[in-house]
């Protein structure tokens, strides 16, 4: 069975600037088993949050990649998330 990939992006309220976030989308959209690419400015925000979920539910996703802040900050709350989602 072929993995389906949901990659979450954050720039941190536009604070990681040493990071082309635009460009790496580009890349993931084309890699094997990227079902969906999303970029936020605060994805630990709730709207931010309940999107993601919406968009692993939708997209029928089984792996979720989160590239965004430490995980010290945001661990507890993309994890909840993504178990709203349906994934553990």
Known sequence: MREKIALFLCD????L???DFDAVREKAEKLEGVVHVG???A???KEELEGMASA?????ADRVVIAACSPR????????????????
């Open 73 to 88: 900050l945001s661990e507890p709350i993309f994890r909840n998330a993504i178990q709203e989602a349906g994934l553990n």
């Open 17 to 19: 600037k040493n990071i």
């Open 43 to 45: 994805l630990c925000l």
């Open 39 to 41: 970029l936020s400015s």
């Open 56 to 60: 692993v539910r939708e997209k029928g």
């Open 12 to 15: 941190c309220h536009h604070s």
